[in-house]
């Protein structure tokens, strides 16, 4: 069956230093694969997706994620974390039927 | 741009009652899924839903659940008789027939609460 996991599910960070979000996948067939945030009180907002193509894929707010079949993994990434990137964050692979199977979450909390 | 919108945000309701849960999503989209995210835990999948019928649904979705599109914007989750364990964030989803069909756009969800 799909699988998403996410290894983490707190991260602390100063602002201002890098930011890597770990997501490994299980899926029979070319995975498309999605990175979701979720800020306090609001719903998931779509960070980037991967279908196909260059495996390095870039979305909004700087943040990028690159996709290593070798690994199954797509994780996220940021060279630059600002404060306002404190929110939880959801990697998620699309499954054949058309639903979304998500990763368990993690909690990015940015210190000054 | 365009979103998709749920109401109420906040629906607090005794078990055993009928909720309804109401999502107006993006105007061009013809799938449209529900999910729901129990406090602390993944979001998880119970429906799809395109061309006026189900597409898909999860082992959640009993016969407690149903969805509808009673006119040409709104799409609603109805759970017939709550239970405690029905309390969680609710979010609707759509997505547009094209290339981007795998993209869906999710409203900022409703949360529930049975007491």
């Known amino acids: 069956a799909q699988s998403v996991t996410q290894p983490d599910i707190h991260i602390t960070v100063s602002e201002g230093a890098s930011l890597e979000l770990r997501c490994n996948y299980s899926?029979?067939?070319?995975?498309?694969l999605f990175w979701y945030v979720q800020s306090p009180g609001q719903g998931l907002q779509l960070l980037l997706k991967?279908?196909?193509?260059?495996?390095l894929v870039q979305g909004i707010k700087g943040f990028e994620a690159e996709f290593k079949r070798s690994q199954s993994s797509f994780n996220l990434r940021k060279p630059s974390v600002h404060w306002s990137d404190a929110a939880e964050y959801f990697c998620?692979?699309?499954?054949?039927?058309?639903?979304?199977?998500f990763g368990q979450g993690t909690e990015l909390s940015v210190k000054p | 741009e365009p979103e998709v919108t749920q109401t109420p945000s906040h629906q607090v309701t005794q078990m055993g009652q009928e909720v309804i849960l109401r999502c107006v999503p993006i105007s061009n989209h013809l799938y449209f899924y529900w999910y729901r995210q129990i406090l602390g835990q993944k979001v998880e999948f119970l429906v799809s839903f395109y061309n006026n019928e189900i597409s898909e649904k999860s082992e959640i979705f009993d016969d407690q659940f149903s969805v509808e599109r009673p006119d040409g914007s709104n799409f609603t989750l109805k759970i017939r008789s709550t239970k405690l364990e029905d309390s969680a964030m609710y979010f609707c989803?759509?997505?547009?027939?094209?290339?981007?069909?795998?993209?869906?756009?999710f409203g900022p969800g409703t949360r529930l609460t049975v007491t």
């Open positions: 998620a692979v699309w499954n054949q039927g058309g639903k979304l199977i």
């Open positions: 989803a759509s997505s547009e027939v094209s290339g981007n069909s795998y993209e869906q756009y």
């Open positions: 899926y029979g067939a070319t995975p498309y």
């Open positions: 991967y279908f196909s193509g260059d495996t």
